[in-house]
């Protein structure tokens, strides 16, 4: 059972760094059945796919906030990160990490990110 799980900070202040973090158990990350999103959803908002991962540690990112987004992983540790840099009130969001298996799709639980000063 593929098992996903976010971590990081809470509350962040404009202009800083948002790291995140989402641990993969149940699979690995270099399954190459498996892509892996970063998802968020701000209060009131739909769903806004941020960008991804895949097997071979390929990234493509949403154009509208590809220049402050970078996803990476570790293998070592089976987890893929989230950084998100210049971050504003707007960033705030649930955000989600995600497996995709066509037509499958495995969700972490989300963790609320707030930016605030």
């Known amino acids: 059972q593929v098992q996903l799980q976010e971590s990081g900070p809470g509350l962040v202040k404009p202009s800083q760094t948002v790291s995140l973090t989402c641990t993969v158990s149940g699979t690995t990350l270099t399954n190459n059945v498996y892509d892996w999103w970063w998802i968020r959803q701000p209060p009131g908002k739909a769903l806004e796919w941020m960008g991804g991962i895949n097997a071979r540690g390929g990234t493509a990112y949403s154009p509208s906030i590809k220049r402050r987004t970078s996803i990476s992983r570790d293998t070592s540790k089976n987890q893929f990160t989230l950084e998100l840099t210049s971050v504003t009130p707007e960033d705030t969001a649930v955000y989600y990490c995600?497996?995709?298996?066509?037509?499958?799709?495995?969700w972490g639980q989300g963790t609320q990110v707030t930016v605030s000063s």
């Open positions: 995600v497996g995709y298996n066509q037509p499958f799709d495995y």
